[in-house]
């Protein structure tokens, strides 16, 4: 089953990482990606062992972002992969059928792409500027998204989608009539892991 929040880990160092991915699985998160761009390669295998550790602690399902290699040897439940990383079918040769591979979009055509590929969800975005990636895609807002879904709906395209992309608490009841699945945050609940709770009750109740 894919979440309907996803929060993708921030922090310059291990220890900051695994300080803000523990205080959001504490609040309730129980869908992790690990991301972490500084750091070398030992550095990110110790972050993903314990990372591993606290995700079964509590239940959450642990994607690592990019990093095909490293989710095999840690047995994560799967990965995600942007456009730019390697092929959906390669890593499931290398992962098996049985994990879940996720992968960015930014337009119908790389979502028909996406789903060719048969990706188990697809990221889609951004929602609006961020900060938290370097090279930006165009941004898409809530009538960029509209279209898209209502494209799928012509097209009988059910991979869920989730949104990502300087999204706010007050984004998600409007994101979630467009018919979107879930939502991707990583500074949102960086700066305030509490707000977890809010954020599952407007996606699991529709509040």
């Given amino acids: 089953m894919i979440s309907k929040l996803h929060y993708i880990s921030q ?3 291990v220890d900051e990482q ?16 690990l991301r972490f761009k500084n750091g070398n390669y ?3 295998l110790t972050l993903a062992e314990k990372t591993k550790q606290l995700c079964s602690q509590h239940k959450a399902t ?3 972002n990019d990093k095909v290699d490293l989710a095999y040897q840690m047995e994560a439940d799967g990965v995600h992969l942007g456009l730019d990383d390697m092929q959906i079918k390669d890593a499931r040769a290398i992962l098996g059928n049985q994990k879940i591979i996720g992968g960015t979009a930014n337009t119908l055509e790389h979502i028909l792409q996406r789903v060719n590929e048969k990706c188990g969800y697809i990221g889609l975005g951004p ?9 930006l895609s165009p941004i898409l807002g809530l009538e ?9 709906k012509e097209n009988n395209i059910s991979t869920p989608l989730i949104a990502i992309g300087g999204i706010q608490v007050e984004d998600v009841s409007a994101l979630l009539k467009t018919g979107i699945h879930g939502i991707a945050v990583s500074g949102l609940l960086t700066q305030n892991p509490t707000i977890t709770t809010t954020l599952n009750e407007k996606l699991y109740v529709n509040i």
């Fill in 11 to 13: 922090g310059n160092t």
């Fill in 18 to 33: 695994l300080y803000n991915i523990e205080k959001t699985l504490d609040n309730g998160c129980d869908w992790i990606q």
């Fill in 42 to 44: 030992n550095q990110l």
């Fill in 62 to 64: 642990f994607i690592i």
């Fill in 127 to 135: 929602f609006r500027f961020t900060t938290t990636k370097e090279k």
């Fill in 144 to 152: 960029g998204y509209q279209t898209i879904l209502n494209q799928m």
